[in-house]
Structures are given as structure tokens and as C-alpha cells.
């Protein structure tokens, strides 16, 4: 049977990121389908020249600092692949990517999310990963995603990404749930297949990174309030932001709630029940921050 896509563009945005060689070698390792044409395009800023010296990679240097949605967007302006793939820079393949990839289009799909492997290495980035992803481990059986998702291995038909106009550049945090939301307001579906995957080499080792990952999570969840894309929750509780106290009882509630539920409904994390203290942190500090940003005392911006 002919391949669908005569070519696929995979499309990495970097901002001088340290594990970018090894994440492109891997794209380069992978096996390649045959008959179709297979590019690698890098974006964004690559100071210390980390971009693997491969004919089959290209490097789009930004000039400046862009924000995932602005750099995803401005490799696909040059991407000449009929497929999109987005994949992030600490994200890993495997040799078989590429014919997981092509398996899991037939003819009616036009959107595919890839899975996650979780490393089992420091508690922080473990319980980072567990709190963000866990719906998306390889262990999730194959479906149609009705929920949020996450550009770290996702790939789009060129059709669908330029009838959605790419991601919108004003949204520096969940331009990637906006865009799924878009994609299913446009009559299309987006499915999640395990067997396309990728082992994600996160590097948020302390607590620190960890509670700012999860702001970040809390900023795009406004981000999306403010875009009208999603109406919150059906308990309200924006007046708690002016009272601290109750705020962190709250935020602390629900942050073991959640963790809670999510080792109960999720048995495949079970083996990294060791991360509970950093997936509740990770709750609560996103929560607190909500909060906070309700009642005007924390900005609506990137937390670095």
C-alpha cells in the first residue's frame, strides 16, 4: 500500500536547550519509512551550536526569544512536509517513531498525539511528570482525547494546521490546549496512540523548577479563561486569593485530592508513588497560584 504523506516535517523549538543534540540524534536515528521524505527543523536560538550537523537538519535561527506557539509556527512556515510533527527538545524517540507514526494515520485521521515514558530518576521531576502527563503514559490504551493536550509529540496533517491558522502566538502557556480545543470546534478528532512515543528528559530537579512549572500550568489555565476556552470549575472560589490562609487550606485540599485520585484511578503510576510529596506540591502550588492571580496579587505572566 502507498504511504500516505510523501514527506513529514518534525519540528523542534529550542532556546539554547542543553539535551537538544541527543533529542535530534535520536529523530535521526529512527527508522525511515519508505518513500518518504523525512526533515528536522530546529527553531529558536542555539547559542553554543548544539544543532546536530546533519544534511537532513535545519536550523531556523529567530533572532530573538520566542514563545513556544511563535517558534512551532515559524518552523512550520518553512516546513515543506505534508505532516507536522511537534516534538519538544528533551523528548527522545524510538527506532521505530517514524512507523508508529505512519501506522497511526489512516486515511481519516488528520491529528495523532503521542504517548510519554516516565524516567524514573529524582523525586521532583518524577512527580512533575506524573502530575502533568499521567494521562498520556504509554500505559493509556488508545483513544479519542477529549480532554487537554500537550505539544511535546504531536502531529498535525499540513491541511488542518493552516485551516487553524497554527497556534495563537498570544498565549504563552496552553497554546497547545487552545489549539486542540480549535481543532475539535472544527468538526475533527484528535486521537491518542500509544505506540507512538516518546521518553521525556525532563530536567525539574528542585523544587524550585517544579513550583514554577506548575504557575506556568496555573497561568495557562487563566490564559484560557480569559480566551473564553474554558469556564473553570463549579465551585468558584476567586474570593480566597484575598484571604491567605483560607487560600492555602483550600489549595491544600484540593492538592490531595488530586493526588490522591490520581494513583487510585491511574495503577501504572503506582511505581512512582515514592513522587506523592512533589505531585501534591505541584497541585497545591498551581492552585495557590490561580488564587492568587483572582484576587490580583500575583501577574498573568511568564513564570520563569
Keep these: 500500500m502507498p504511504a500516505r504523506f510523501k514527506s513529514i516535517s518534525v519540528i523542534i523549538p529550542t532556546l539554547n536547550d542543553e539535551i537538544l543534540r541527543p533529542t535530534v540524534d535520536t529523530v535521526l536515528a529512527a527508522r525511515r519509512p519508505e518513500g518518504i521524505e523525512i526533515e528536522v527543523l530546529v527553531v529558536g536560538k542555539d547559542e553554543a551550536q548544539r544543532v546536530s550537523q546533519d544534511d537532513r537538519v535545519h536550523f531556523v535561527d529567530t533572532g530573538r526569544n520566542m514563545i513556544p506557539a511563535e517558534a512551532r509556527n515559524h518552523g512550520a512556515k518553512h516546513a515543506a512536509g505534508e505532516l507536522f510533527v511537534f516534538l519538544d527538545s528533551d523528548a527522545f524517540v524510538e527506532a521505530d517513531w517514524f512507523e508508529a507514526l505512519v501506522a497511526a494515520f489512516p486515511d481519516d485521521r488528520q491529528v495523532v498525539h503521542g504517548a510519554m515514558q516516565i524516567i524514573k530518576d529524582t523525586r521532583c521531576n518524577v512527580g512533575d511528570n506524573v502530575a502533568t502527563f499521567h494521562s498520556m503514559h504509554v500505559s493509556n490504551p488508545p483513544r479519542v482525547m477529549d480532554s487537554h493536550v500537550a505539544a511535546y509529540c504531536l502531529a498535525v496533517t499540513r491541511k488542518v494546521f493552516e485551516e487553524m491558522e497554527g497556534f495563537r502566538e498570544n498565549i504563552f502557556m496552553a497554546e497547545d490546549w487552545e489549539f486542540a480545543n480549535r481543532v475539535r470546534e472544527a468538526g475533527y478528532s484528535i486521537y491518542f496512540e500509544p ?55 483550600w489549595s491544600a485540599t484540593q492538592a490531595s485530592m488530586h493526588s490522591t485520585k490520581l494513583f487510585l484511578r491511574y495503577p501504572a503510576m503506582r511505581p512512582y508513588l515514592f513522587s506523592y510529596p512533589c505531585v501534591w506540591l505541584f497541585y497545591y502550588a498551581r492552585r495557590r497560584h490561580i488564587l492568587r492571580m483572582w484576587a490580583g496579587k500575583a501577574p498573568r505572566t511568564h513564570v520563569k
Design 195 to 249: 505506540t507512538f512515543w516518546i521518553t521525556h528528559h525532563s530536567n525539574r530537579h528542585t523544587r524550585e523548577r517544579l513550583v514554577s512549572h506548575a504557575q506556568s500550568y496555573a497561568i495557562g489555565f487563566m490564559n484560557m479563561l480569559d480566551a473564553g476556552a474554558e469556564t473553570g470549575t463549579r465551585f468558584r472560589v476567586d474570593w480566597l486569593g484575598h484571604l491567605p490562609p483560607l487560600a492555602a487550606l
